[in-house]
């Protein structure tokens, strides 16, 4: 009886969780796979087929766009780790108390606004008369205005300033348990500055990178307003090849092959990731 | 100083540290003779982390020396110091194997990794955990442990090794195996340890050389049996070991000295500490529990101070019972410890009993000597 009343319980709490999963990603996903696994022959009449995965692989447009994606999300997402971890190690090592929240705060304080507002943000220090341009010709080191806007560096910016949040976080949070003794023990037995780091603060904070590494990175690959709004109509974003196939096209079918081919991609990528830093995703998920 | 005086390991100079307006540790000096096992004993909050971190080079000293093998460590960092340090909670490295916490020192003196592999092995032999080298620190026991942190340390052949009460967080009989081995791993390696302790029991029974510490000073620096017998000052009577503590006046007189206690009870005593005591002035005097004579009944105990009492309290723990006894004329309240005979087997709450001991026992101090502020009110009976 008891028994019984405890797992109307469990399945009462975990129902809401379930339904969210299976009805918003299950559920469109499945869909997704069936809708880009047909082809239309004529109005209203489809045959199964994989032409559209096979228009990936065959127009090198679609695939060198997923590559270019892929790369550059890498690279934001290492530039994120280089600039987020000393950011959570002072976060989590050399201040207490107040200032500890207000630096936490201020880590957190950009995404009280809209992404959009956010990028539009950056259009106005970056743009032809924006800001930063404005200040270079003030001082003098530019002799005209300079476009900063619609270039892959701009995106760049963009991409680490949405991400940054989300690798301070898992790290301030797996540096924070770090004991102080054991970087002290480490120096007393002849570690340096370097070697501490390679080998006691950076192991030990493995967990944290790599979690941290996969949200940054899915995130920058999924991204669709920075690219878009920071680099322009020619930032080549895979998201907006699916965007074009859904929207500009009116080609369901492509668009959902390319949908389900980011998933897959993607999470190759991280499944590669995890296996050449020989890390476990259960470890890291922890 | 004569040729068989071993070469001195460990000396500091007039060591200072001032936290704000804390003094720390004030004006310590003292000379560590190469292979011996040297404690400081002390309460918490004494200063005895503190002089610690400024030998492991953690601090530096405000002002003072710190030299080892007589080369000054001033200026010197942590990590090109000849010493290394046991930590409380160990900080072994939870990411790596046990071979790869000992051989830790090593790779950071580019040692090779054939010699590294034999000289983890050789001292995890020495340490008797020959199979523990892949085994991952989580999966080893706290006394295991224990004997890893250990192990990390002596590989590197530090001329001294600190330990800072590295036992603490083991269990009562695990800590009392681990005393006699961490004494017997000592011996055999020769190492100097330095032992920073609490704990008298762990000092005394390990040391050489005890140095007792209150409020940033060496109260003194002796032999566990020194320490014991004749402590130097009030401190160090009521600290190490257990002790009555009778407060009152010295009353000069034709049979020796004599205290007068505030409950109005007169003791023959003898005088210890470096302060000569004056007639009339405030003393304190200290009995051990365990140098009292005590029989069932009224008896004539043969003995320089002899009172009758009553049991208030047994507190019976097998070989250190003791009664807690109120003086039945003058209600002083006196701490004994029951012999191991059968005689006391069935004493019960309410019980007379005579206790005697002689005057040689009873160490008398001037009251607040030492220097100025003594903490004081130390109960004794630790």
Known sequence: MKSDGLRLGTWLLLGPALLWLLLLIVLPHVDMLLVSLRQRTGFGQYQTSTVHYLAFFTEPLYWRTFMRTAVMSILATILTLVIAFPVAWYIAKMVRGRVRSLLFMACLVPFWVSELVRTYGWMILLRETGVVSGFLQWTGLASGSVEMLYNDVAVMVGLVYASMLFMVVPLVTTLDSLDDCLIEAAYDLGGNGWSVLREIVIPFAMPGIVSGCIVVFMLSLGNYLTPVLLGGKGSMWFTEQIFTQFIVRFNWEQGAAFGVLLLVLSSLIVWLGLKLTRQSFTEVMR | ?382
């Not at chain 2, 036992?167 to 081995?181: N, S, V």
């Not at chain 2, 060496?218 to 014991?228: I, M, N």
């Not at chain 2, 007189?253 to 500490?273: C, D, N, T």
């Open chain 2, 1 to 382: 100083m004569s040729l068989q005086t071993p070469p001195i390991d460990l000396q500091c100079q007039n060591l200072c540290k001032t936290f704000g307006s804390h003094r720390a540790v004030r004006e310590i000096s003292f000379a560590i003779p190469s292979g011996s096992f040297f404690s400081i004993l002390g309460p918490s909050g004494c200063g005895k982390t503190t002089l610690l971190r400024m030998l492991a080079g953690f601090l530096e000293p405000d002002s003072g020396d710190i030299r080892i093998k007589s080369q000054s460590m001033l200026g010197v960092p942590p990590n090109k110091r000849p010493l290394n340090m046991v930590f409380q909670h160990l900080a072994l490295f939870p990411m790596m194997s046990v071979g790869d916490n000992i051989g830790y020192g090593l790779r950071r003196r580019s040692v090779g990794a054939d010699e590294i592999r034999r000289r983890v092995a050789d001292v995890l032999k020495r340490v008797g955990l020959p199979d523990a080298a892949e085994k991952r620190v989580d999966q080893l026991s706290g006394g295991q442990k224990q004997r890893i942190a250990l192990a990390r340390c002596l590989v590197l052949e530090p001329t001294v090794l600190l330990l800072d009460e590295p036992l603490g967080a083991l269990d009562l009989k695990l800590r009392e195996q681990m005393k006699i081995e961490l004494k017997q791993l000592q011996q055999t390696f020769g190492t100097t340890f330095v032992y920073i302790t609490h704990d008298q029991s762990e000092a005394m029974v390990m040391s050489d050389q005890v140095a007792v510490m209150n409020h940033g000073r060496f109260e003194q620096v002796a032999s566990p049996q020194a320490l014991y017998y004749a402590p130097a000052t009030p401190f160090v009577a009521g600290f190490v070991g257990d002790s009555n503590r009778i407060e009152g006046r010295l009353v000069g007189g034709g049979e020796g000295p004599r205290i007068l206690s505030r409950h109005g009870l007169s003791l023959a005593v003898s005088p210890a500490g470096e302060h000569p005591l004056e007639d009339g002035a405030g003393v304190e005097a200290f009995v051990r529990p365990e140098s009292i004579r005590v029989a069932r009944g009224v008896h004539d105990m043969a003995s320089d101070n002899q009172l009758v009492a009553t049991v208030e309290t047994v507190l019976f723990d097998g070989a250190n019972s003791r009664i807690e006894v109120r003086e039945s004329v003058h209600q002083l309240d006196l701490l004994v410890r029951l012999p191991q005979t059968h005689e006391f087997a069935d004493l019960r709450r309410g019980e007379t009993v005579s206790l005697g001991w002689m005057s040689g026992q009873t160490l008398c101090f001037a009251s607040g000597g030492g220097d100025g502020d003594r903490g004081g009110g130390q109960g004794g009976r630790g």
